[in-house]
């Protein structure tokens, strides 16, 4: 385990994200909104949860203020803003991976709440990158349920392509 992998790793993170971002982009309004029994609700709602605890996670690992939160409901198609937000989380998170160092993964920078303070940053690390596959797969099930056609996220795919 070292530097170079997580970032090798939040890559193929990043690239998910985008392509699943492609689909959404493909989406009405109407269907970006619909509600959906499972997890957080809506295509939107999904990507809020994500965005904000990447940005919660990171804001704590590099300790800085996360950002504003983006509202939580919306009557208007807010799809550009999302966007631009979640270029914004990226763009922390890789600031964050271009400083880690080999010794910074076995640290706990976590300071709030108590119950995070026992975790290693490789730890933190490695459970974002699982939240978001996690939230990927729900999005890509509800996209395809939508008509969207999708593919798979399997980081394999990503190493055959980026060696």
Do not use: C
Request: proline share 3%; net charge negative; no cysteine.
């Amino acid at each position: 385990m070292n530097a170079n992998a997580f970032r090798h790793f939040y890559n193929y993170h990043f690239a998910e994200n985008r392509k699943t971002w492609e689909h959404i982009a493909s989406l009405s309004f109407e269907q970006f909104t619909q509600a959906v029994d499972y997890s957080h609700g809506s295509v939107r709602d999904q990507v809020v949860h994500l965005l904000d605890a990447e940005d919660m996670w990171f804001s704590e690992l590099r300790g800085a203020n996360a950002l504003e939160p983006l509202p939580s409901t919306t009557e208007v198609d807010d799809r550009d803003v999302i966007r631009s937000h979640w270029d914004s989380v990226e763009q922390n998170i890789r600031a964050y991976l271009a400083e880690l160092k080999d010794d910074m993964l076995f640290t706990k920078p976590i300071k709030e709440p108590e119950e995070d303070q026992v975790l290693f940053a490789w730890q933190v690390l490695l459970h974002v990158a699982n939240h978001a596959t996690d939230h990927r797969a729900q999005l890509l099930r509800v996209l395809h349920d939508l008509g969207v056609d999708t593919k798979s996220q399997d980081y394999i795919f990503y190493v055959y392509e980026n060696p």
